[in-house]
């Protein structure tokens, strides 16, 4: 069993900033790809960010030079640090994870979403 939750959402005016943290817990043995997406009303859940377990990060075209992902692998723990926030990035924001454990392998995690709003 493995859980992912999220925190840090909130209401913040166009141009502000929030932080999301994403912590894993459960049975972990190691994660690999750490990844946020988004999902605004009426529209497919989208992917934002994404970093692996080797450093590598990539990001969505909307979010590239607003948005960083960061990790730290020794508290399970993936972060969206949201600068310059526009009204087009409100959304439920999710976290995923690719986890492996000796019970099921690589699998799939989701969080159960945090709630960002960006008013104008």
């Known amino acids: 069993q493995v859980q992912l939750v999220e925190s840090g959402g909130g209401l913040v005016q166009a141009g502000g900033s929030l932080r999301l943290s994403c912590v894993s817990s459960?049975?972990?043995?190691?994660?690999?790809?750490l990844a946020w997406y988004r999902q605004a009303p009426g529209k497919q859940r989208e992917l934002v960010a994404a970093?692996?377990?080797?450093?590598?990060?990539n990001y969505a075209d909307a979010v590239k030079g607003r948005f960083t992902i960061t990790r730290d692998n020794a508290k399970n723990t993936v972060y969206l640090q949201m600068d310059s926030l526009k009204p087009e990035d409100t959304a439920v924001y999710y976290c995923?994870?690719?986890?492996?454990?000796?019970?099921?392998?690589?699998?799939?995690?989701w969080g159960q979403g945090t709630q960002v709003t960006v008013s104008s």
């Open positions: 995923n994870a690719a986890v492996f454990n000796d019970y099921t392998g690589w699998s799939d995690y």
């Open positions: 459960g049975s972990i043995v190691s994660i690999n790809a």
């Open positions: 970093s692996t377990s080797r450093g590598s990060t």
